[in-house]
């Protein structure tokens, strides 16, 4: 074997450590977006209507 024996996989909770994607403050976040999103459409269709 080249290199000797694999020491496998992380211990602990390090496994779960991938991307972050679903940490609270990321979700958090993507709520706040959405919801500007959504404000941003409602404005912009209220504009178009009134013309």
């Keep these: 074997m080249h290199g000797g024996k694999s020491p496998g996989a ?3 909770n390090r496994n779960a ?4 994607r679903y ?4 979700v958090a976040r993507r ?3 959405a ?3 959504r404000t941003m459409r409602a ?3 209220s ?3 009134a013309e």
């Design 10 to 12: 992380a211990k602990g």
């Design 17 to 20: 450590f991938k991307h972050g």
């Design 23 to 26: 940490t609270a403050k990321a």
């Design 31 to 33: 709520r706040q977006i």
């Design 35 to 37: 919801a500007l999103i």
């Design 43 to 45: 404005l912009a269709g």
């Design 47 to 49: 504009t178009d209507e």
